[in-house]
Structure formats: C-alpha cells, structure tokens
C-alpha cells in the first residue's frame, strides 16, 4: 500500500512541477523535492520521467472517462448531453493543474507516451461522441442520424468543453458553470 501512496505523491508532485516549469522543464531532482521524497524512490517507482508523465496523462484521460460514463449513466436521456458537459468541466476544474497539462500534450506526437495518449484521448473522444449521438437521438427534429455523428463530433465537443474550462477557470472564474455550460451546449 505504502508503494501506491509514493506513486501517487510522485505523479501529483509531477503535475505540480510540469505546472510551473513544463514537462520538458521538468526535473526529477524537481519532482522529487515536490513529492517529498528521495529521488531513488522515483526511480524505484517509475523507470524514467517519461513513465512518470505517461501515468499521470493516462489517469487524467481515466478519471475523466469515468466521470463521463457515471454522468452519462445517471442522466435522463434529455438531460445526458449536458450531465456529461458537467461533470467534464467539474473533473477538469477538480485539478486545473493537470487540465493544463492535459489539454497542452493531447497533441503532441512526438513524446515517449504518445501512443498511450492517442488510446486514452480516443477513448474520452468515443464517449463524448457516444454522448452526442443519444443526445441526437433524442432530439428527433434535428434530422440526424446518431450514425452521421462521428469520432471528430466527439474530438469537436472535446476541444469545446476543454478550452471553455480553461477559458472560465483562468480568466472568468467568477462565470457560474452553469453559464459556462449554456455556451458551450449552445454550439452544440
């Protein structure tokens, strides 16, 4: 158990330090002050600082897949659209700093963990996807198919809800999220 909470010291450490320097500014002497703990813990831990950043990309990418399927499973159909948007841009909003470093990588091809970025982000796109196609699906006087709803709808709504709470977080915090998600459903 000891070793879970050193990893999770570690790659919340990380998130702090990319925060402030970027991941390539990053140092391992930098994330282990920040952590906490000795630097030959994060080598026993983790192999190098890319495995570092790619475990903390592919958790932001998983916790924000699992507050989408929770939102998605307890909404009304009329309502699912909005409840994922919600709970998007309340998980982004619970670590800005890691919503930062995620919406920066989400197109970078050219890191170590670029391929497990591309599986995490395709799966969080496939789900807001999914999203969209019940919500057309509902709507019935739109006159879209679900099926003409593809993987670059979800990567749109993605991109609509990530800049929106980096917008409203960074330089409108005062707007009330329920502002902010009548903007960006608006377009939608």
Known sequence: MARANTRQLITDAAVRVAARHGISGASM???AEAAGVAKGSLYYNFASKDAIFEEVIRGGFERLAAAIDEARRGAAPDEALRSVAAATLETLRGNLDL??????????????WADAMELARSSVVVRFRDALRDAAGGAGASGRSGEEITEIAGAAFFGALAGACLDWLLFRPDQPIERVLDQVLHAF
Do not use: N, Y
Request: zero cysteines; aromatic letters at 6%.
């Open 99 to 112: 919503a930062k470093l995620m919406a920066s990588e989400v197109f970078r091809t050219d890191r170590a």
């Open 29 to 31: 002497d930098q994330i």
